[in-house]
C-alpha cells in the first residue's frame, strides 16, 4: 500500500522530471524511481500517464486558486482588481524555481486533448474576471502580455535579463493598476 503522501510525491516527481528534462522524459517508470514509490502504488493512485498529467493539470488550477487568494490577502488594496492579482500571479510563477504551468507542457506533449479543461477554466477566468470590469483590449493586451513572459520562462526561451523582466513586470502592473494608460 501507497504511503499517505505518496499522491503528492508522484505529482511533485512529476513536475521536477518535465521542468529538469522535459515532457518526453516523463515515464510512470521515471515518475516511480524518483518519486521514490513503488510502480504499483503509483499505478494505485494514477492508473495511466493521462490521469498522471490530469492530476498535474488539476493541481496546477487549484495552486493558482491559492496564489490569488494569497496576493488578495497581501495586497488588499488590490483585491478587487483581477488583473492586478493575475499580473502579480504570473509574477511570483516566474520567481519559483520550477513553474507550475510545466504541467501544461506534459499535457500538450503527451495529448493535448488533456488541457481542454485548463482552457476552458482559463476563458471563463479571463472573461469573468480579467476583461469583463474594464476596457476589453487594454485589458487583454496587459494580461496577455503577462502571459506571454510567463510562457516564454516556462519554454526557456526568454531573451530578457531578470532585471529587464522586473522592470517589464512593474510595468505592466503599473499599467493594470490604472496608474497610467498605455
Not at 59 to 73: G, N, Q, S, V, Y
Not at 79 to 100: D, I, T, W, Y
Not at 111 to 132: K, Q, W, Y
Amino acid at each position: 500500500m501507497a504511503r499517505p503522501d505518496s499522491r503528492h510525491a508522484i505529482l511533485d516527481a512529476a513536475e521536477a522530471i518535465v521542468g529538469q528534462s522535459g515532457a518526453a522524459r516523463m515515464t510512470l517508470d521515471a515518475v516511480a524511481k524518483r518519486s521514490g514509490v513503488s510502480k504499483g502504488g503509483l499505478i494505485y493512485h494514477f492508473p495511466t500517464k493521462e490521469a498522471l498529467l490530469q492530476a498535474m493539470i488539476d493541481r496546477m488550477m487549484e495552486r493558482a486558486d491559492l496564489m490569488r487568494e494569497e496576493i488578495r490577502k497581501k495586497f488588499p488594496d488590490e483585491r478587487s482588481n483581477h488583473l492586478a492579482v493575475e499580473m502579480r500571479v504570473f509574477q511570483q510563477g516566474a520567481e519559483q524555481k520550477r513553474p507550475q504551468s510545466v504541467a501544461l507542457l506534459a499535457a500538450i506533449a503527451a495529448n493535448p486533448d488533456l488541457t481542454s479543461g485548463a482552457r476552458e477554466e482559463m476563458s471563463r477566468h479571463f472573461n469573468a474576471h480579467i476583461v469583463s470590469g474594464g476596457d476589453f483590449h487594454r485589458s487583454a493586451i496587459l494580461f496577455l502580455a503577462a502571459l506571454g513572459m510567463h510562457f516564454l520562462d516556462l519554454l526557456n526561451l526568454s531573451f530578457l535579463t531578470k532585471e529587464q523582466k522586473q522592470e517589464i513586470q512593474e510595468e505592466l502592473l503599473r499599467l493594470a493598476t490604472g496608474n497610467e494608460g498605455i
